[in-house]
Structures are given as C-alpha cells and as structure tokens.
C-alpha cells in the first residue's frame, strides 16, 4: 500500500520554532521502493511493561524526505527525548541517538512513565520538526507473567524497501515478559528486536522470478506464547490465469504526485514498453503458448524540487495454464457390408452395415458410426477436421479402383465425397469453443464398375486430421 507523498514544499530561510514536548504526533512518513517521498516516524518508541530495577532501551527511527535531502546538503537532524513522570510537564534526557536506555525506578505500585521524540531539524529552510507518538512505559513491582499473545501490523502489505511494525497485544494487558520477533522468510522481510519490519529491495532482475515479492510471516513470542500475522512483500504480485481468461497486475493508490509512466512485458530477458500509464496492466487474452512465464514492471514517476525523478517497481510472473483441449475423441469403423462379383463389375453403391465389425489389428474406431471432437479450449482459433481416403487392398493384395467414400452424418453438417487415393479434403468447420458429435449413418461407398475384381475382403483407412484455424 502507497502512503501519502509530501511535495511542493518551499524553500526559505530560517531555523524552525524551538519548542518542547509534548505535541500532536507528526504524519506518518511515505517511501517508495526506497525513496523518501515525505519525512516522520519509521519507528514509534513503542509502550512496554517493564519491572522496577531492570534495565530499558527505547529505540526510534525517522527518515528526511527526498525533497529536503536534495534542497540543503548543510540541514541535519537529531533526535531528542523527552520524558515526564505525569504526561504534562517533559524534560529533555536524551539527544542524537535512535535508542534511550535508562533503568527503571523500583516502585511499590505500578507507576507510569511518558517519552516523546523530537526529530529535530537544524540548518537553513522551513522544514518543522517531527514528533513521535507518546510511549507509556508501566513499571511494576515484579514480573507478570504472559499468558496470551495477539499480533498485529500497521500495513497489510508493503512495497519493497517499505517498513512497517508489528505489534503484540498481551494477556494480561500489564504483563511484563519480553517479546521475541522472527520472520519466516528474512530474504523478503526482515523484523527486528522491536517488532520493526522491513521489506525487501526490490531486484534489478526483470523475470519475475526473483525473490522480492510474496507472502511472509511474522511471529511474536512471549513467555513461550507465539502469535502471527501474514503480510504482502512488492508492489505487483504473480498472477496465474487459465488462457483466455484476462490477467491483471495492479498497483495499489497512488501517492498524490506520484505516477506510473510506463508498464513493461518482459519475455525471453527482453523487455517491451506497453505504453500504459495506468495503476493496472491487464493482458486481456493470455495464451499458453505466448505469455506464460512472462513478467510485468512499472516505472513510476515524481518531481523532487522541479526535477523528475524515477523508480521501477518489482517485476511479477505471469502464469498461463492450459484453457484445456481439442481433442478427435471418436471416429466410426465404417463397414459396407458384402457385393457380390457380378454387382461390382457393373459398378454400385453400398450403404453403411449397422452389422457390428470385428475389432482389432487395424481397428482404432468405434462400431457406433460416432465422429466426435471435444474441445475444452477457452482461447484460440476455429477448429477444421479433414479426412483422407486412402485405396482399397484385399488380403489377396487386389486393389479396388476409383472408390469414393460419400462421408454424411444424420443432420447434414457433414457431406464430403472422399476418393480413395486423393489428396485430403476439409470435411467440417467448427467456429468458436465448441465440440461436436455426428452419427454418421448415411455415409455410403460407391464402387466403379471393375469386370477383373477377385473375390477377398477388402480394407481401407480413412486418416483422420484435426486442426485449429485462425479465425476467419
């Protein structure tokens, strides 16, 4: 998720107002893909339970924004603290350090302490200081134990290079055990000792492949008590469609100022400009064959103090599976039955024995007289199915001559006159995803007039083929 973007600032001279604590915690600070967008708090001092006598550190982290680290190379900061015992009146006890250890007071009852940080800024320009959250630190007489634990972040998901925090909500609410933070994956994000996570760098490699994206698991252990929390490392995330169906990549809200000036397809390690300058890239008709294993990126933009500046985005793995397939999954043994010598010397015509054949050696179809064609695509052309006759042989190795197969199914979709010998002729045309199924009943074979004809059985293959078209 893209935070808010600080942009536009003027510049003039003079030191920021000195004041004291406490104030209103500043705005959360913004970045992306490791570039400062706006200033504040990466770390809030968190609140903690702690026994008197022991020894406590309270760690901060803030970042200056892009636009005041590029106006003055001579502006600083450092961090002050400051403490109070009641909330109202504060005292500085620290400066220009991150963390603040101090050792907590030995009490009888459990007693209060406040800190706020000052992100304090020094130098020339109008730039105010930030200001944390105020972190309640509870002193206790001795250790209460914890017996449940429920952990929380600020963000969902995170841009690469982006940081967030983890919490842990304890049971009970003033136990005083430590929590213990780990992250199931440290090469996508790590978490430090007080719950702080960062994201991943997102990789210079363009595959998509790289392991700058995905999702982690962070996990806080109290007490031997653990709890976890998923969250989403990257801008884009891989995307698996079955072909045909649109495959979308989307960046999340934009920063105001920030935008996307151009989306890239990445295909054998070659990268494509799309010209698309939107939050969203959508491949509106994927195939297996040409876009599964490609990847996609943005290049987002900004201005720095009137300059433009430019970022690129983690590249994400578009998978496309098969949309299924095309498939002959019938085809008719065609059996003509018996001619008599005499009847073939003058030439006729044989209609389709509905007498089941023998099955076997040279026998792949079916005694049905079933054509069919599955088709479970959801992407391609149309479908063509052509046949070729090939000449009638005898056992006795006769030949028959000028045979033609007249190939008809029951509706009349189907009327192909095959001649044995010839070359191969388109039978039937399927437009769009369909399948089909013919009876081929009417089919019928006409014999020439062959006086010499001996008397054998005879056979003949018909080749069937199967082919996808494009799209007329």
Do not use: C
Not at 71 to 86: A, E, H
Not at 166 to 178: E, I, R, Y
Not at 272 to 287: E, Q
Request: hydrophobic letters at 35%; aromatic letters at 6%.
């Amino acid at each position: 998720m893209l935070a808010g973007l600080l942009v536009g600032i003027s510049i003039g001279i003079g030191a920021s107002a000195a004041k004291s604590a406490p104030q209103p915690p500043s705005t959360p600070p913004s970045s992306v893909l490791g570039l400062n967008l706006s200033g504040g708090f990466t770390q809030q001092p968190i609140d903690m339970n702690v026994i008197g006598g022991s020894s406590v550190t309270i760690s901060v982290k803030a970042q200056r924004s892009a636009l005041e680290a590029a106006t003055s190379l001579l502006n600083g900061r450092k961090y002050v603290w400051w403490q109070s015992s009641d909330g109202q009146t504060y005292q500085k006890v620290g400066s220009n350090s991150q963390t603040y250890t101090f050792t907590a007071p030995q009490v009888t009852t459990t007693t209060p302490i406040y800190f706020q940080v000052q992100y304090a800024f020094s130098g020339i320009g109008t730039f105010p200081d930030d200001w944390s959250r105020i972190a309640t630190i509870n002193v206790t007489p001795a250790r209460v134990p914890t017996t449940g634990i429920k952990v929380t972040t600020d963000d969902q998901s995170l841009n690469n290079s982006q940081v967030t925090t983890a919490h842990a909500a304890l049971t009970p609410s003033d136990a005083t055990d430590p929590v213990t933070w780990t992250s199931s994956d440290t090469d996508l994000a790590t978490v430090d000792q007080y719950g702080n996570v960062t994201a991943a760098d997102a990789s210079t490699d363009t595959s998509g492949k790289a392991h700058d994206h995905g999702l982690v698991t962070i996990t806080g252990t109290s007490n031997g008590i653990s709890d976890s929390t998923q969250l989403m490392v990257g801008a884009l995330q891989d995307v698996t469609v079955v072909e045909g169906t649109p495959a979308t990549f989307k960046l999340g809200t934009l920063p105001d100022g920030l935008t996307v000036s151009n989306w890239y397809r990445v295909k054998d390690g070659q990268s494509t400009a799309l010209n698309a300058t939107g939050t969203s890239y959508t491949v509106k008709v994927p195939t297996n064959a040409d876009d599964d294993g490609t990847s996609y990126y943005a290049s987002l933009s900004y201005q720095v103090n009137g300059k433009p500046q430019t970022v690129t985005t983690n590249a994400a793995l578009l998978t496309v599976k098969s949309g299924g397939k095309l498939a002959l999954t019938a085809v008719p043994n065609l059996n003509f039955g018996t001619v008599s010598l005499n009847a073939l010397a003058q030439g006729t015509t044989l209609d389709l024995d509905q007498t089941p054949t023998a099955s076997g050696a040279g026998y792949d179809g079916n005694d049905d007289s079933k054509l069919a064609v599955s088709d479970e695509r959801t992407v391609g052309g149309d479908w063509q199915l052509s046949a070729k006759l090939a000449p009638f042989t005898s056992n006795t190795g006769t030949n028959l001559t000028n045979a033609q197969l007249a190939l008809r199914d029951t509706t009349g979709m189907v009327d192909q006159v095959l001649t044995a010998g010839a070359d191969s002729q388109t039978i039937y045309t399927q437009g769009g995803y369909q399948g089909q199924t013919f009876r081929m009943t009417p089919s019928t074979l006409k014999l020439a007039a062959d006086p010499v004809a001996s008397n054998g059985q005879y056979q003949s293959t018909v080749l069937w083929t199967l082919a996808a078209v494009p799209t007329s």
